[in-house]
């Protein structure tokens, strides 16, 4: 069974920086697509931004363009979500989340709080 565990989240002033990770409990981590989510305050969970197998194609929503970074390195079977100019906006649980049967996002991490202060 596939296990997802993200790490990295806390407070932070508005403007600052943050760095997640998730690390996967498989080594076949590296044919899966890759994603982080998140799920502000009275918010349904959004998508933020994903990462193709070879990390070379990325996807943003277009809150976090420019702000936030993606990465993947497939020996460590981790990906990562460099989180820079923070907004108090981006106060959420961020989860990672693995495409293991191709189709949909079928595996999620547990979540991990980020607090963007004012």
């Known amino acids: 069974q596939v296990h997802l565990v993200e790490y990295g989240g806390g407070l932070v002033q508005a403007g600052g920086s943050l760095r997640l990770s998730c690390a996967a409990s498989?080594?076949?981590?590296?044919?899966?697509?890759m994603a982080w989510f998140r799920q502000g305050p009275g918010k349904e969970r959004e998508f933020v931004a994903s990462i193709i197998r070879d990390g070379v194609s990325t996807v943003y929503t277009d809150s976090v363009k420019g702000r936030f970074a993606i990465s993947r390195d497939n020996s460590k079977s981790t990906v990562n979500l460099q989180m820079n100019s923070l907004r108090p906006e981006d106060t959420a649980v961020y989860y990672c989340?693995?495409?293991?049967?191709?189709?949909?996002?079928?595996?999620w991490g547990q979540g991990t709080q980020v607090t963007v202060s004012s």
């Open positions: 498989e080594h076949t981590f590296n044919s899966w697509v």
């Open positions: 989340a693995a495409a293991v049967s191709g189709r949909e996002y079928d595996v």
